[in-house]
C-alpha cells in the first residue's frame, strides 16, 4: 500500500524524539517512528511536551488486513478531473457543478489566482475569475458566484468579497476594505464572511456591510436561518441567527475547529488540535459526540447520509467515519502525496482538491469513488 506524506501548513523543524522536551503550543517537528516511518509530532497544548510520533495511522481506521484488500484499495485509484493548479481550496458542490478557488503562487505574490468551475458531466473546466489577489473560498446561491480575496501582507487590510453573475462576465467588488476575509456562507438573503477578528454580513440585494459578531473564526457553515462559527480564541463551537442576536455556544473545549457542517440537525467539524478528531452536536445544543479521533491535522470535512468523509493531509489519506457507528474509521483513499486539503460528496463519489508543491502547480482535482 502507498502512503504519502504532505505537511500542509505545517513548519517541520527537526527530527527524532523530542518527549519531554519543552516546546511552543501547536508546534509540529518532524520525527522517525515505529518501524522507521516517517511523521511527525505535535507540542502539547500547554507547552510541556511534544506528543507521540503519528504517521501511519493504520492502527487508528479499520484498514485492510488482507492482500486482496489492500490490492482493491490500491486499486482503486484517483480519477484526475484537473491538473496544473496552484494551489485549490475551499471545493464546494452546487447542482452539477463543482467550484474551487486556486490561491495562486508565491513567486506573483498570489496575484495569479483564480475561481473554477467545472461542469461534472461534461468535465468541462472553466475559470470564472482569473489575475485574484489571493483567493480563500466561494460561495453561489445559483444567481451569482461569491468569493473572498485574503488581501496582501503584512496587514490584510485590502481584502474583499467579490462576485460575478452565474453567466455572466463582469466582476463587482461586493465588500471592499475587509481585513483578511476568509470563509464565506450564504443564506437566501445575504452574505456571511470571516475576517481575521469579526464575521460580517451584507444583504445580497445591496446595502451596508455590518458586523454580525466578534469572533476569530476561519470555519463558517449555515442552513439558512442560523450562522454556525468555530471560534479559536473562544475554543467553542458557537451559534446565532442569521437575523442577529445573541450568540450561543453549543460546544466548548474545541481547540481549534474548522471544516464544519451542518446536516440534519447536526452540526459536525473537525478539531485541528495536537490529537486532531472530528466531533458532533445537535443543533439544539448538549453533548458532543466524537466520531474519530487521534487524527494528526485533520483538514477538510463533508458527509452523505450514512458517513462522514474527512482529509488528513500529513498522511495522504481520505477517512470515512460511520454517522450511525461513531468512532469506526475506514480509509476510502491512500497514498495521496500532494495532500488532499478540501473534499466535497456528490452521489457515489468525492471530489477531492490536492495542494501540490508551491509554486510547481502540481496541484489537482480528483474523484474518488467511495
Request: glycine content about 10%; charged content about 10%.
Amino acid at each position: 500500500m502507498r502512503l504519502g506524506l504532505a505537511f500542509l501548513a505545517i513548519t517541520l523543524i527537526g527530527c527524532g524524539d523530542n518527549s519531554g522536551s519543552a516546546c511552543t503550543p501547536g508546534q509540529s517537528v518532524a520525527c522517525v517512528g515505529l518501524a522507521g516511518c516517517m511523521g511527525g509530532q505535535v507540542c502539547s497544548d500547554n507547552g510541556s511536551s511534544f506528543g507521540p510520533c503519528m504517521c501511519a495511522i493504520d492502527a487508528m481506521v479499520d484498514a485492510p488486513t488482507d492482500a486482496a484488500s489492500d490490492a482493491a484499495l490500491d486499486a482503486a485509484l484517483p480519477t484526475v478531473l484537473s491538473s496544473s493548479e496552484a494551489e485549490p481550496l475551499g471545493l464546494i458542490s452546487y447542482s452539477n457543478y463543482l467550484l474551487w478557488v486556486d490561491n495562486g503562487t508565491m513567486t506573483n505574490n498570489y496575484q495569479d489566482g483564480s475561481v473554477v468551475r467545472l461542469d461534472i458531466a461534461s468535465g468541462t473546466r472553466s475559470v470564472i475569475a482569473a489575475n485574484q489577489q489571493a483567493p480563500m473560498a466561494v460561495a453561489t446561491d445559483g444567481s451569482y458566484i461569491y468569493w473572498t480575496l485574503e488581501g496582501t501582507a503584512p496587514g490584510f487590510t485590502d481584502g474583499s468579497v467579490m462576485r460575478i453573475p452565474w453567466n455572466g462576465q463582469t466582476i463587482e467588488t461586493f465588500a471592499g476594505n475587509q481585513t483578511q476575509p476568509w470563509a464565506i456562507v450564504l443564506t437566501t438573503s445575504a452574505a456571511f464572511w470571516t475576517t481575521s477578528s469579526a464575521i460580517m454580513t451584507k444583504p445580497l440585494g445591496g446595502g451596508t456591510v455590518q458586523l454580525f459578531t466578534s469572533a476569530q473564526a476561519n470555519a463558517l457553515a449555515t442552513d439558512s436561518s442560523v450562522i454556525y462559527w468555530g471560534d479559536w480564541s473562544l475554543s467553542a463551537i458557537l451559534e446565532d441567527s442569521a437575523a442577529g442576536g445573541t450568540p450561543s455556544t453549543l460546544a466548548p473545549n474545541q481547540l481549534r475547529p474548522t471544516s464544519l457542517v451542518v446536516d440534519q440537525g447536526k452540526v459536525y467539524w473537525a478539531d485541528d488540535a495536537s490529537n486532531g478528531s472530528v466531533v458532533g452536536v445537535s443543533t439544539s445544543g448538549g453533548s458532543t459526540t466524537t466520531y474519530a479521533s487521534n487524527l494528526f491535522h485533520p483538514q477538510g470535512l463533508t458527509l452523505d447520509n450514512d458517513n462522514l468523509y474527512l482529509a488528513v493531509p500529513p498522511a495522504g489519506r481520505i477517512l470515512k467515519a460511520s454517522r450511525a457507528a461513531p468512532g469506526t474509521m475506514q480509509i476510502v483513499a491512500d497514498g495521496l502525496v500532494d495532500g488532499p486539503t478540501s473534499l466535497v460528496s456528490v452521489g457515489t463519489f468525492l471530489y477531492v482538491t490536492t495542494a501540490g508543491a508551491p509554486d510547481i502547480a502540481s496541484g489537482s482535482l480528483l474523484r474518488i469513488s467511495k
